[in-house]
């Protein structure tokens, strides 16, 4: 039978499926005070020709030769209607243009504070309304806007003594929602203790929050020196196109769905076992900070005091968070352990872009585990638009290059709904 990821419809011809003998998904679903608790099991729906797999299509980047090809530090990726391809560069603090074919089209922003230029902290972009490059800027404390022909159209404010941006996302039809945790400011109270998401408008200020909760404890400026707990339980949120809201502290596989009002629907949950934080882990992620803050220019006799500051979780979170796919679905990564990595993969470990693990786990619009998508080796997702992926690669050398993966196994029908293959 093909089962489409929307409506009850799909639900119904599963629980149909089941009663029939055919095997199907092994879940359950109940009702808790109108909220729809999903309550999934390590088994999939996706038999082994239906599992999504990611296929190269484009790679773009060089170790030597054009500096147009050339990327210091890879930050967001963006893609317009036109399949245009950006990627900010986050050591350069600009935006590099590319054509679907990968040919270098032009370069947006420069480093600076000017009108159109780019903090050092700049790492996220975004594709708003008719194809308007956004672009946060926290060192600038603003929010840039460029044309499609690269043109400034100017900045909007953020609001800094309303709270720290901890995380900024956006969809493509131009929302911008942020995470937001209170600043205890000189000689002011503290007058909120948690930490929010918020929506704002155009011209940076808060329209409404959509969720308040406590923050997470990964990081502490609360005292007389700052404090860096690794693998803390953290909140971890993402924001669909539909505006729904999937939001999950990481000590427990559960995420809770929120309608674009705001109302809890869905209650999604997956097994998981507790993972100590062994010793050895210990000390792979202290080298591993270590070697980021070396490269990062800290001065040598800065890093005893800087190891100071850090201190581990006693278990490995459930996931390490959360992305929006294709039709609907939601992208769940596993967390990756350094004591697990072979020998060369312990050479080239990345703090930032290798403590998330290469599988990810895909659930449908209504919270069903399809099962698992597995990223190639060095491979780091950036953002996904219909049945492309597109993320950031890492050669022997730790040269960076932007690439484009096909999702094989992707279906829409008429109506932009994906439909999963033949089951079991």
């Excluded at 050339?70 to 603090?93: C, E, K, L, T, Y």
């Excluded at 808060?206 to 404890?217: Q, R």
């Excluded at 020196?225 to 427990?252: H, K, S, Y």
């Excluded at 390490?320 to 350094?338: C, D, F, K, L, Y």
């Amino acid at each position: 039978m093909r089962m489409r990821l929307t409506g009850a419809t799909s639900l119904m011809a599963l629980l149909l499926s089941a009663c029939s003998g055919e095997s199907g998904w092994m879940g359950t679903v109940r009702d808790s005070a109108g909220v729809q608790i999903v309550e999934n099991t390590l088994e999939s729906i996706w038999s082994v020709s239906d599992q999504w797999t990611l296929e190269e299509e484009l790679r773009i980047g060089t170790i030597e030769g054009d500096p147009d090809y050339q990327f210091g530090a890879i930050g967001f990726i963006a893609v317009d209607s036109h399949d245009r391809i950006f990627v900010i560069d986050a050591m350069a603090q600009h935006v590099k243009v590319y054509s679907p074919d990968g040919r270098y089209e032009q370069t947006i922003g420069r480093p600076g504070s000017g009108p159109g230029e780019l903090g050092q902290s700049a790492i996220q972009i975004f594709m708003g309304p008719g194809d308007t490059l956004i672009v946060p800027d926290l060192a600038n404390q603003r929010i840039n806007r460029y044309a499609p022909d690269g043109t400034s159209l100017g900045s909007s404010r953020l609001e800094i003594e309303k709270g720290l941006p901890l995380a900024i996302n956006a969809t493509r039809s131009g929302v911008i929602v942020e995470q937001l945790r209170p600043l205890a400011l000189p000689d002011q109270p503290v007058r909120d203790t948690m930490d929010a998401i918020v929506r704002l408008a155009a011209d940076g200020t808060v329209l409404d929050t959509l969720k308040k909760f406590k923050g997470g404890k990964s990081f502490s400026l609360a005292g007389p020196n700052p404090e860096l707990t690794l693998f803390a339980a953290e909140p971890a949120w993402q924001i669909m196109e539909d505006m729904r809201l999937c939001f999950g502290v990481n000590d427990d596989y559960s995420i809770e769905v929120y309608s674009p009002d705001g109302v809890l629907e869905r209650i999604i949950r997956k097994p998981f076992t507790q993972t100590p934080v062994s010793e050895t882990d210990q000390e792979l992620m202290v080298e591993a900070m270590v070697e980021l803050w070396t490269s990062a220019g800290v001065p040598p006799q800065a890093i005893p005091r800087l190891r100071q500051i850090i201190s581990f979780g006693e278990y490995y979170p459930a996931f390490a968070g959360i992305q929006r796919g294709p039709g609907g679905t939601m992208w769940v990564q596993h967390i990756q352990s350094p004591s697990e990595l072979t020998e060369e993969e312990r050479k080239v470990f990345n703090f930032i872009e290798d403590i998330g693990a290469k599988d990810w786990d895909v659930f449908d619009v209504e919270g069903r585990f399809l099962g698992v998508v597995t990223m190639p080796p060095r491979f780091s997702p950036r953002t996904i638009v219909g049945n492309k992926m597109y993320g950031v690669f890492r050669d022997d050398l730790d040269v960076q290059y932007a690439v484009r993966m096909r999702i094989v196994g992707v279906e829409f029908d008429d109506t932009g709904a994906i439909v999963l293959g033949a089951m079991p």
